[in-house]
Each structure stands twice: as structure tokens, then as C-alpha cells.
């Protein structure tokens, strides 16, 4: 559409007959009379330079507009497949962690049966891990549901082949700095469309403008006559007149300001939306650094020391194995909930990375 946008109108052609009598001994005659002409010709109508300067300037800034929405496309394709690989990547190290249980599980169980058997446990134990094994089971089918889900997101993004590929190697640790991203804000895509959207808007603001300038055209014919008389060539200009510009051209000018303030007034209020987002983001994540450091350099160790504690404790027949199952379900939750905590930190630090780094779209 920005090729034709400066150009003048087609030429039109122009054929008619001139002072065909209708009435009378000459009616509808013309190759006798001197008065009647056969006529043809053409006409070229001249937009003013400006309104066509207008229409350019409109053209390129439309095509600004669709680059910027195809780079804000891209944006969201990666963003949302890094997010869904992440998803993917931490169920399925989550179904690892459950494996490794049931494995222990399963040694546990055997254990108990030894001790049931030589009389130094209860009846009661022997249900308890078989009773571990079900919730363990359904524990798995829930992380399993959780994958699918994750590569049913990566398919709609990828494509479905490649989303069924194991995965391997892990996401990118994404360096989060405060003051470098709160500086690139200011130039996030969202408001590179909105720029565009602008000078989009500047241009038809001049394309009002220019309306009170007059267009003109020119018309050039060629008039036959009977064979009697000459042939004759007409020359006609015809000039607009935007004499009531009042009710006309200065309606439409008003009315692209507006849009432009509108415009502008939308942009204001995106810098601020996006301004609370990256605080929020930015709160979040550091919520989830601390969490994921705590989780892992305290909590996870303490339950570790507590599963010890507690199988001594069941081999001295001081507890029953209830006690153990309930200090190593405390452990592998405190491990699925350390690689959820880690997961979710990636994903907020790939959603932080794809939305405002300005060079985020040009990596594979």
C-alpha cells in the first residue's frame, strides 16, 4: 500500500457528444451540423504536494506499525515458549525426585516386612507404606498431568515435533539487574508501536492540514465536427475551492488531534502500567531468590537430619514407621517445592529478560 501512496490519481478518459440538437430537422444529428461535435479526451487530477507528502509519511509509519507488531509477536513466541519449556523442564525434575522416592519407598517396605516378620514391628506398619506407595502414585500421576500440560504450551509454541523431543541442558540463568531493566523500559516494543501508532497519526493530522489547500485539474479534448467545418481542441483547468473549511477541513483536523491526544494519553498510561508490572515482577523475583536460598540452604537439609534422626530412632524401636514416612514426605516435599521454587524463579527471570531486553527478539 506504500508504493501508490504519493502518487496522482489514474487519467480518466472522456468521451461525450457536444450540442446534439433534440428537436427540429436537425434532431439528434451531428454530421451535418456545425454545432454538434463528437468529443474525446482526457483528464488528470492533481492532489497538492503535501496532502501526497502526507500520505507517504501515513504509508511508511504503517508499515513502522506492522514491524513493531511483528517484533512484538516474536517477543511473545519466545517468552512464552522459554516460560513453557522451563514448566516442562522442572516436572519433570519433580518426577525424578518421585521416582527416587518410590525407590526408597519400596526398600522401606521390604524392611518392614523383615521387621514384621522377626516380630520387632507391628501389623500396622506394613499398611502405613503400602498406604505411602498409593499417595506416592498419585503424587506422580498429578507431576505427569503437570508435564503434558507443559508440552501441550510448548507445542502450540514450537511445534508439534519439537515439542515432544526429550529436552536436555538446562535454561539460561538470565542476569536480573534493577536499574538496567527499569532503563530499558523506556524503550519496550509496546512503546515502539505506540510511536508508530503516532506518526501514523501526524501524518493524517497533515493530510487535514493540506485539504485547505486546493487540488486542481487539467482536461485536454479533441472535438470532431461535420466535414464542412474544423475540428477544434479544447484546454479546461478546474480549481478546488475549500472556501468552508469551518464546517469542512477544520472538523477533520480537530478530530485527528484528538485521536493523537487519545494516543498519547494511552502511551502515558502504558509507561505506567508497564512501570508497576517490572516492580511487581522484580518484587517477585527476589521473593523467589530468597525462597529458593532458604529452601535450599536450610530448610531441605533440616529435613534430611530429620529423616536420619528418624530411621535411627525406628530401628531402636523407639518410633513406629509412620514416623519415618511422615519425615521423609516432609523431605521430598521440601525438595519438590526447592525445584518448584527454582522453576518459578526462571520463569519470572525469562518472562523479565524477553519483555525488556532490546535484544532479546535477535537470540535463537
Known sequence: AAVPAGALPDPKLLMGIDNLPVDGPEQYSFSRDFMTM??????QEFTNRAKREARV???QSRIAVAEAQSRLTRLLVIRQAVIAWVARSTAEKQLAQIDSLADENRLLDAAVR???SSGQSMATDAVAARLEAAMIEERRDELRARRDQAIAALRRWIGGAAAELPLSGGAPDWAID???LQH????????TLFDARSRVLDAEVAEARAAK?????????YQRRGPQFSNMVSLQVSVD???FAGSRQDPQIAARWAERRALDADREAEVREH?????????EYHRLLNAVDRQRNMILPLAEEKVALALADWRAGKISVMDVINARRERINAGLKLTALEGERLQVAANLHYTYDEHAGEQP
Do not use: K, N
Open 38 to 43: 463528437q468529443r474525446i479526451g482526457v483528464m
Open 114 to 116: 523383615a521387621r514384621l
Open 184 to 191: 530499558r523500559l523506556q524503550h519496550h516494543p509496546d512503546f
Open 275 to 283: 512501570a508497576q508490572m517490572l516492580e511487581s515482577d522484580l518484587t
Open 213 to 221: 489547500r486546493p487540488d486542481w485539474s487539467l482536461e485536454m479534448a
Open 57 to 59: 509519511a501515513g504509508a
Open 241 to 243: 475551492l475549500p472556501v
Open 178 to 180: 534493577r536499574e538496567v
